[in-house]
């Protein structure tokens, strides 16, 4: 194999031919279905006449051809690894292929495959050139009509985009549907789903009278597990029809649960396919946590419908045009939904964790790359998480109202169109009358931007001085950056009072919450009848996605921490405090000192235990520490060992310190209710845990008493997984083993829960965790074809089990080698995903970086897909 190519953004031309109609027959078989297409053809007005056309198309096997009525000549078209060429075409035509494909033998996932008994498609992002020749790109838009032929029992049901308009029975005993989606999209859009599935239905009217027919299509035995996905996918349309003026489009919603999948779920128009660990839920089976996962992703797609499927991309740099905006639509609607403190909270620790270290890495790249070789690996938490909080910026620089008469202007302008992320911010800019042009530097810069700021307060003037200066480090490909306009939301909060105080900067007055823009390189704020000594709370909410450095001594973290008036920057006040600590503790491990733990963090907590809280969730999230991951982060090496000791030693000495209060706050937050997934409920719980965990920290009696109880009292799922991870995690194998083997048989019918089974497992922190991954991928439940498998088994050691995955002999590098050797031709999207904990190597002591380098370098030798081929070049560069 050659090398592959990247494609570059500079190149982008509008394509020669466009497709206005298309038509599609599929007659279904594992290992030769038949897929004729009657594309409707012209010339694009943009380019000359006399091009060949030309489509992509991978794996077919052509069996006819012909334009116009009319077969072609060999000699009149050419074949190749990736397309079709015909040499000569009219203006207008009509092009109709056949061709064969075999979903038995896809295990890529990616185009149409069988998963279990069913046939169902991925096409995003280039899966539909493995079903058809096409023009397999997001700026062709068409209206589709698709008849599908499969047989009667083994298929009862045939689905695809848009309304049933056809059905029929033929000979053989097979039947057909045929389908039609009025609404012009891209093939990436494209769906089919055939197979013995059962439906839950419902209804809803839209705001303009609309009667739409929802659909949960899943296997007979899932019928119980919808509820939730089905009242979230009403919520969710409830709430863009009231936040956004956008209402559904079609006189059907159908969702579709299926086992094999790549990502999390997909937006085809009207016919959304879902991993069924992002639709199914049952208070038994899943937890706090999957409930509102489910929700967030039900809503994520049903979203799409109009910020990506009515208004799509131009090209796949594009990306975060529809995903940036989506996720952002998402987080709001479930900041909305539930607590909006905590899911910030959630949101920006994932982010600083996960984001910020892809930031970090080789694999670096703006929001909008500007070239790739396998655009499925910029499926990224940049191009998604960075791109929302990138819009969130948008909406708070130009306001909510400027915000959504800048995104009602985006949809009507350009619906029905493919289009760039210059004619999203162009719209925000007319709305609002600002000039966003420094801000569009967000699209193309890569690297998380460094702040540094400090202050002094001038008594005699009654004057604060706010210094800011930022820096974004060089990332591949990017040796220099240029200053972004960056937005840093904040108050000053007075050291006597606790009050935040009026800010008046520049003779003007902004009240006691303000933003300032910071610009250039660097800046000075002054703020002027400051009438006592603050402290600062900056990037309040995370006004920006940046690493921010303030001089904060221990006392100010801890009166912050008691007094900001912002939940976000409270809970970050802890944080920050607590790696302080942390900090000392991983020094101390290294040096081989004596632990000792900072009193000040033990009264901080003592502090928020003792209060009464009224949002129990942001509580539970500030008696949460920083994960080993955020502190791994946080570090210029990494010590996974002494992260984990420092971290394992803070959490005893809290225990130990706090035992009672932690005791009173568990027993306060239980409850023998009847499980709801309702946020009250939820917040208890996750207070309740918490809780639990200190208790269990140092394995006592006692602690050990409540965890055992608490799974044997098996009331519901999040409850009983966390008792089992307790058990599991701790250093007692008498009290882990039966756990686990009563969990496993209780559970063994039930992929889902068995995934979860699998990750408790292999991220325990004891010794013997690489010899259950191994020993676990040979379990009958295991499967590499399986991504959610992979993802819970290897996945999860991998990228959770910081001190096993990192083991000094290099073991934990070579399981995941040999995983990826071999996924790289099962499954290459699922293997360049999984391989992301090796490309980290730069961040390791120099012996762990050469077992990981030597690892990554005997990937290379093998002959690669482009996608592994294209992330371990980078990690090797
Ligand atoms: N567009 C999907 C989403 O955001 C993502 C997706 C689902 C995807 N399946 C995929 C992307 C396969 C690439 C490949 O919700
Ligand atoms: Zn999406």
């Not at 797609?301 to 995903?323: A, P």
């Not at 952002?328 to 909270?345: L, Y």
């Not at 040096?591 to 000792?596: L, S």
């Not at 701790?730 to 009563?742: F, I, Q, Y």
Request: glycine letters at 6%.
């Amino acid at each position: 194999m050659s090398d592959p190519k990247p494609t570059y953004l500079r190149d982008y031309r509008p394509p020669a031919y466009r497709v206005t109609h298309t038509e599609l027959t599929f007659d279904l078989d594992p290992a030769a279905t038949r897929v004729k297409a009657r594309l409707h053809l012209e010339r694009h007005p943009e380019r000359e006449s006399g091009l060949p056309l030309t489509l992509d198309g991978e794996r077919l096997v052509l069996k006819a051809i012909a334009i116009d009525g009319q077969p072609l000549e060999e000699d009149e078209y050419a074949l190749t690894e990736d397309g079709l060429t015909v040499h000569r075409v009219p203006e207008r035509f009509l092009l109709d292929t056949e061709v064969e494909i075999a979903p038995e033998a896809n295990t890529a996932l990616e185009g149409l495959y069988q998963s279990g008994g069913m046939y169902c498609t991925q096409c995003e992002a280039e899966g539909f050139r493995r079903i058809t020749y096409y023009p397999d790109r997001p700026d062709v838009m068409a209206t589709f009509a698709t008849t599908v032929i499969g047989d009667a029992k083994r298929e009862p049901v045939l689905l695809s985009n848009g309304n049933p308009v056809e059905r029929g029975e033929l000979p053989g005993g097979r039947h057909f549907v045929t389908w039609e989606d009025p609404h012009p999209k891209p093939c990436y859009l494209f769906a089919l789903v055939a197979g013995d599935l059962e439906k839950v239905e419902d209804r809803f009217t839209t705001m303009s009278g609309r009667e739409v027919t929802l659909q949960i299509w899943v296997e007979a035995e899932n019928l119980g597990k919808t509820d939730h996905a089905m009242a979230s996918l009403k919520r969710a349309m409830t709430w863009d029809e009231q936040t956004y003026g956008r209402e559904y489009d079609l006189d059907r919603f159908m969702i579709v649960a299926v086992n094999d999948f790549n990502m999390g779920a997909m937006e085809n128009k009207g016919l959304n396919i879902f991993n069924s660990a992002a639709v199914l839920t049952h208070p038994h089976t899943a937890t706090d946590a999957a409930f509102q996962r489910v929700e967030g992703i039900v809503a994520h797609e049903y979203f799409h419908n109009w910020s990506g499927n009515r208004v799509t991309c131009r090209d796949w740099f594009q990306l975060s045009l529809k995903e940036g905006f989506t996720v952002f639509r998402d987080q709001c609607f479930s900041a909305d939904t539930n607590s909006a403190p905590v899911k910030r909270i959630e949101d920006v620790s994932f982010f600083r964790t996960a984001q910020f270290a892809e930031d970090a890495g080789p694999t670096a790249h703006p929001i909008r790359p500007d070239h790739y070789i396998e655009i499925t690996n910029f499926y990224t938490l940049t191009i998604y998480e960075k791109g929302a909080e990138v819009v969130r910026m948008l909406r708070n620089l130009v306001g909510w109202e400027a915000f959504r008469r800048g995104s009602d202007r985006y949809f009507e302008r350009f619906d029905g169109q493919a289009v760039t992320i210059e004619d999203f911010v162009g719209c925000m800019e007319e709305a609002s009358g600002q000039d966003l042009s420094q801000f569009m530097r967000w699209y193309s810069q890569a690297g998380t931007p460094e702040i540094d700021a400090h202050g002094e307060y001038d008594y005699a003037n009654a004057e604060y001085r706010l210094i800011l200066r930022q820096r974004t480090p060089a990332t591949p490909d990017q040796p220099d950056k240029l200053p972004l306009h960056i937005p840093i939301r904040l108050g000053l909060v007075g050291t006597k009072s606790g009050r935040d105080l009026p800010l008046t900067l520049d003779g003007e007055s902004l009240g006691t919450d303000a933003v300032i823009h910071l610009r250039e390189d660097e800046q000075e704020f002054v703020f002027t009848e400051v009438s006592e000594a603050p402290v600062p709370s900056l990037a309040r909410g995370f006004s920006a996605p940046v690493k921010l450095r303030f001089p904060y001594g221990r006392e100010d973290l801890a009166f912050l921490l008691a007094n900001d008036s912002d939940g976000f920057n409270r809970w970050d006040a802890g944080q920050r405090l607590a790696m302080l600590a942390l900090d000392d503790l991983i020094a101390a491990h290294r040096n081989g000192v004596e632990k000792v733990m900072d009193s000040r963090v033990v009264e901080a907590f003592r502090t928020l235990l003792s209060q009464d809280s009224d949002d129990k969730a942001v509580l539970a999230e500030m008696l949460t520490l920083p994960s080993e991951a955020y502190i791994a982060e946080q570090q210029p090496l990494v010590d996974v060992d002494a992260i984990h000791a420092a971290r394992t030693f803070v959490k005893q000495s809290l225990a130990m310190a706090l035992r009672d209060e932690f005791l009173a706050v568990f027993e306060a937050n239980r409850s023998e209710a009847p499980y709801a997934p309702e946020p009250e409920q939820i917040a208890a719980r996750s207070l309740k845990n918490v809780a639990l965990s200190y208790l269990m920290a140092i394995e006592d009696e006692e602690g050990i008493e409540l965890v055992q109880r608490q799974f044997a009292a098996d009331h519901n799922m999040t409850d009983v997984r966390h008792a089992l991870t307790l058990l599991v995690h701790s250093s007692r194998d008498d009290l882990a083993e039966p756990a686990l083997r009563r969990f496993g048989e209780k559970w063994a019918h039930d992929p889902l829960v068995m995934d979860q089974w699998f990750s408790i497992q292999v991220t325990r922190p004891q010794p013997d965790a690489l010899e259950r991954v191994k020993f676990l991928m040979e379990h009958p439940a295991f499967s590499l074809k399986n991504p959610n498998k992979v993802r819970a088994l290897i996945g999860a050691f991998a990228g959770q089990n910081r001190v096993n995955f990192h083991r000094a002999d290099g073991e934990g590098y070579r399981l995941l080698a040999d995983v990826v050797i071999e996924l790289n031709r099962l499954n290459p999207e699922i293997a360049a995903r999984i391989i992301t904990p090796l490309t980290r190597w730069q961040r390791f002591d120099e012996a762990r970086q050469a077992l990981m380098k030597a690892e990554l370098e005997r990937i290379r030798a093998e002959e690669l897909s482009p996608n592994v081929y294209e992330v371990v070049q980078k990690a090797l560069a």
